[in-house]
Antibody
Framework: QVQLQESGPGLVKPSETLSLTCTVS??????????WSWIRQPPGKGLEWIGY???????NYNPSLKSRVTISVDTSKNQFSLKLSSVTAADTAVYYC???????????????????WGQGTLVTVSS | QTVVTQEPSFSVSPGGTVTLTCGLS?????????PSWYQQTPGQAPRTLIY???TRSSGVPDRFSGSILGNKAALTITGAQADDESDYYC?????????FGGGTKLTVL
């Protein structure tokens, strides 16, 4: 059973950089067909996709956050990380890491979804 | 920017059937968007219910089903139970990334 666990500071000051790590167990971040993702949810609001990384290091980010986001992977530690720069109160949210799975049949894309989620960690941006 | 639309709220009686939808601000949802559905209860991480339009995730009861209805993706709950009261989110694959719908708060009463 794959498990994901977020870790990092729960409080970040405005204008600073939010940094979170997701540790994966029961599976490998080096496995093909999986995209290691970050998703966030402001208090009382809906879910927002932040971005994902493939084990090779290729990334894809939400255009609305792209200028401030960096996602990286450390295959030796079986972890991947999120950095969000120049944070404001609007970045206060529960941050989830998740595994996205790409399904292909004879090389043709047939599906894409999130199959495993971390429990989430609340990050508050405040001075 | 593409907006994925969901009903903000819905209610269903216990034992009843409800269909939640997932649309696009511009255009139609098709299977090529690989719509998936997630259930979230307060304080919990989302749980995957349906992926690739109509495939139930492991352990999901068969009272949950997914489909394309007209120009939207749909999640139908047949024989609703009290513990189905949750927030439901759809996600569409856009090629350039994933987009979440705003979520539907389902009340069972």
């Amino acid at each position: 059973q794959v498990q994901l666990q977020e870790s990092g500071p729960g409080l970040v000051k405005p204008s600073e950089t939010l940094s979170l790590t997701c540790t994966v167990s029961g599976g490998s971040v080096s496995s093909g067909s999986y995209y290691w993702s970050w998703i966030r949810q402001p208090p009382g609001k809906g879910l927002e996709w932040i971005g994902y990384i493939y084990y090779s290091g290729s990334t894809n980010y939400n255009p609305s956050l792209k200028s401030r986001v960096t996602i990286s992977v450390d295959t030796s530690k079986n972890q991947f990380s999120l950095k969000l720069s120049s944070v404001t109160a609007a970045d206060t949210a529960v941050y989830y890491c998740a595994r996205a799975v790409e399904e292909r049949n004879w090389g043709i894309l047939t599906g894409w979804s999130f199959d495993y989620w971390g429990q989430g960690t609340l990050v508050t941006v405040s001075s | 920017q593409t907006v994925v639309t969901q009903e903000p709220s819905f209610s269903v009686s216990p034992g009843g059937t409800v269909t939640l939808t997932c649309g696009l601000s511009s255009g139609s949802v098709s299977t090529s968007y690989y719509p998936s559905w997630y259930q979230q209860t307060p304080g919990q991480a989302p749980r995957t219910l349906i992926y690739s339009t109509n495939t139930r995730s492991s352990g999901v009861p068969d009272r949950f089903s997914g489909s394309i209805l007209g120009n939207k993706a749909a999640l139908t709950i047949t024989g609703a139970q009290a513990d189905d009261e949750s927030d439901y989110y759809c996600v569409l694959y856009m090629g350039s990334g994933m987009v979440f719908g705003g979520g539907t708060k389902l009340t069972v009463l």
